[in-house]
């Protein structure tokens, strides 16, 4: 028997997080906790690598596949696989998940055991979502997901935190629960099975077909976040603690993009065609209005979750122009989104533990007595603003060259927001880090300690490598890619649909 | 007539119980109050658990008939009076201290419940109209009882006067309704209504008030809207550890009521009373998960909650197959159990002269005991249907058996309330977690309660891998009523 690899990088991180709780009883034991969840993440991502090396990078088929059966009177399977999309974002979880633990060391001295413990699960169900090929099992780990996440704004979050966890949970069920009528609906039409695979080669007629997309487009596009249903992401970041803002930024708004490759293009190919119109206008609205949005920000949080919001129209006007530049080019935003935008979220970080402030005001000079920490975080807003050389510029290109093919007016719009991506990155920058040190407080202000170093050097070190050679993670994705858009090519309704 | 015909030894259990209520009633007479309320309360888990496993023993049987064919002994019926025995025991172990402190700790509370239980299981076990009425009213009036027990506190002796005077109404509308199908059919045996009332033309007058007054009874029994105006008040009245019972294991035996009157004798109405419980339903899920919002109280508001749980309930039994009756039993159960965990919780957290029953009450918890605080989150979880708790799968089968009826447009609304219920029970979780505390201490519970509530909440996590297994038990039991 095949070593359940998805199975135990599920599991295994749920299950620490469980001991976590069981060993954390107090604040006495709050060093070991921290180095028990620091040794289970990395532990994690150990066992993540093999995914990475034994990936047949040739075939577009699912992988490491498991399948158990679950609940036998509704046909749903605790069925598991990957792909060249998913792969990615489960190293990118197991990844962040270690430095999010490293993150809140020193910070969080409140209720260690349990911030430590709702990470590790929450890390877990995270790859339970990437690799789930059952839409029930998916879907339960969906909303799961949503509990620890919940916890972790509203118990270690800013003043404000009951609002936005309770926004950010309402949205995302309200969401999501559209999205389970439409699996049921399915389920229905297929004859009783949940399997997602099935549902990619289930003839359904565009009028069945328009209906499902809008209900997971309810789901995805929450989750993303795309215009007009983004308001929860400003909220829940600035209220969030530093380790939530940078899971959710990283790895959970993925989830939407991800959603759009695994539900809504192949199992509505025809609708994803007839509704691209909506979500091309969609998304270069959140690519330019956002970006306009964020130039205004004084709360530096808050600037960097609407560029989030940005980028990742990005991710989603490359996926619906329908072509291999358009599609690939998205999905190493997504990953390159992630490294960015986790390391500028732990750059304000280091800056609110610092002085527990997060308004641009407040700084001005942070360079002088900081050079360290000066270098990474312009290294970082460059990345974010698409600078040649860093994992931000590949994605960007890709898609820009990607809608080329298609329309040259949304090249031309999307290539805008370079500008405009730049402008707010760099004006922040130039107003925090350059200048006169005005304030004493600022002069004081003491370097990066060796565990910041370490956390913002990893992160550095994966965005300067995907600039510069992209290859590797291109390499994974290639196949599925192709076979999707092949995919979609092939209309599900030769006739009646039109 | 002979013994054998009979088939006593199929109502073994209710036997036991009722015979035991008896000699508990006796038992309690000697010694002081004291000690006569401790060892009448351990007799009754015992009897209470034996009758579990009794019931349970016999889940694999097929149907058999008992007393002349009043009484069915099937594998749903077994199942049910399992549920009831086990949460009934449950629900007496939370209430010990409670009842003690507020002087309600004698045999008497605990043989009425014993009786009630009886009540509940005649009812299960019912094939015939009179033995339902039976049961129903001995259950009821054993609930009217254990709420006026509580006898120096208004607001129970009011609550008590209400639930009887809208119980009693309600029976009388039922037996009225019972009554003309008695004159239709000429029989009170459900199957012999069934077998007349398809040889019957559908639309006679008599036979459509018949109907209408049976389920309007049944609306009144479940606490759906419009008839549901007793259910917040008698919830908030009645002492908690008597809300408690009435929250849990009369829910089950109103499921084995709404499935022998309607599936049993009126199978053959189903595009009757489908209409109104399709109305009732949605009226329920509505009001109930809007009200919720406006509550202080929190038993008040687990009232309206249970007025929306029951509205989402009647969404599988309106189905009328086997799938939705599954569903809505399985439901049932689920909701059962998460219902006697939430007032077995508000027990643990309530003392003397402090009944712990205002939101606000429960403000901070996980800073004085953390362990209660994750049960109050895996419940109110569970109780808006997210997963990965029991809660969702019991929605999720309710749910499917709406689609696949093509009422995809009910579905949509169903799921759209359980947003606005998720509202309110992310309050709890907010009061719990986030908020400060407003007094310090943590909470002394028993460790026997304790070790209850950990299994009774437990398991809305722990049986996730064997769900399968449970939903496949409730279709077996369903499909054993043919």
Known sequence: METPLLSILIWFPIVAGIIILGVGKGPQHDSLVRKLALGFSVAVFLFSIPLYNGFDRTSASMQFTEFHSWIPAFNINYALGVDGFSVPLILLTTLLTVIVVVAGWQVIQDKVAQYMAAFLIMEGIMIGVFSALDAMLFYVLWEAMLIPMFLIIGLWGGPNRIYAAIKFFLYTLLGSLLMLVALLYLYRQSGGSFSILDYHSLPIGLGAQIFIFLAFLAAFAVKVPMFPVHTWLPDAHVEAPTGGSVILAAIMLKMGGYGFIRFSMPIAPDASQELAWLMITLSLIAIVYIALVALVQSDMKKLIAYSSISHMGFVTLGFFMFNGQGLEGGMVQMISHGFISGALFLCVGVLYDRLHSREIATYQGIATPMPMFAAFMVLFAMANSGLPGTSGFVGEFLVILGSFKVNAWFAILAALTLIFGAAYTLWMVKRVVYGKVLNDSVAGLDDLSRREFAMLAILAGMVLLFGIWPNPLLELMHASSESLLAHIEISKCPYACR | ?482
């Open chain 2, 1 to 482: 007539m002979n013994v054998a015909s009979l088939s006593v030894n199929l109502a073994i259990p209710e036997i036991l119980i009722a015979t035991m209520a008896c000699l508990i009633l006796v038992a309690g007479l000697f010694g002081s109050p004291e000690r006569s309320g401790l060892l009448c309360y351990r007799l009754s888990i015992a009897v209470l658990l034996t009758a579990a496993v009794l019931a349970i023993l016999g889940i694999t049987s097929d149907s058999q008939l008992a007393f002349n064919g009043l009484f069915v002994d099937d594998p749903l019926a077994e199942l049910l009076k399992f549920g009831i025995c086990m949460l009934s025991a449950a629900v007496f172990i939370y209430g010990r201290q409670y009842n003690l402190d507020r002087n309600l700790f004698h045999s008497e509370y605990y043989v009425l419940g014993l009786l009630a239980v009886c009540g509940m299981m005649v009812m299960i076990s019912a094939n015939h109209l009179l033995a339902l009425y039976l049961g129903l009213e001995l259950m009821s009036l054993c609930l009217y009882s254990m709420i006026a027990f509580y006898r120096e506190d208004k607001l129970a002796v009011e609550s008590a006067m209400k639930y009887f005077v809208l119980g009693a109404l309600a029976s009388s509308i039922l037996l009225y309704g019972i009554s003309l199908l008695y004159g239709l059919t000429g029989s009170l045996h459900l199957p012999e209504i069934r077998d007349a009332i398809a040889g019957m033309d559908h639309s006679n007058p008599a036979l459509l008030l018949g109907v209408v007054l049976i389920v309007t009874g049944l609306g009144f029994k479940l606490g759906v809207v419009p008839f549901h105006m007793w259910v917040p008040d008698v919830y908030q009245g009645a002492p908690t550890s008597t809300t408690a019972f009435i929250g849990s294991a009369p829910k089950i035996a109103a499921f084995a009521l709404v499935i022998r009157l309607l599936s049993g004798g009126l199978q053959d109405m189903h595009d009757v009373w489908y209409q109104m419980l399709i109305i009732l339903a949605l009226l329920s899920v509505l009001a109930g998960n809007v009200i919720a919002i406006a509550q202080d109280n929190l038993k008040r508001m687990l009232a309206y909650s249970t007025i929306s749980h029951m509205g989402f309930f009647l969404f599988g039994v309106l189905a009328g197959n086997q799938a939705g009756y599954s569903a809505a039993l399985f439901y049932v159960l689920v909701y059962a159990i998460m219902s006697c965990g939430a007032f077995g919780l508000i027990l643990m957290l309530s003392r003397k002269g402090f009944e712990s029953d205002l939101l606000d009450d429960l403000k901070g918890l996980d800073r004085n005991s953390p362990w209660i605080a994750v049960l109050f989150l895996i419940l109110m979880l569970s109780m808006a249907g997210i997963p990965p708790m029991a809660g969702f799968f019991a929605k999720l089968a309710v749910i499917r058996s709406l689609v696949e009826q093509d009422l995809v447009w009910v579905a949509v609304f169903a799921v759209l309330l359980a947003v606005v219920g998720a509202y309110y029970y992310l309050r709890i979780i907010k009061l719990v977690y986030f908020d400060p505390p407003t007094a310090p201490g943590s909470i002394a519970v028993k460790p026997m309660s304790l070790a209850v509530i950990v299994a009774n909440i437990g398991i809305l996590v722990v049986m996730l891998p064997w769900i399968g297994a449970l939903i496949e038990l409730c279709r077996h039991a369903i499909r054993g009523i043919g």
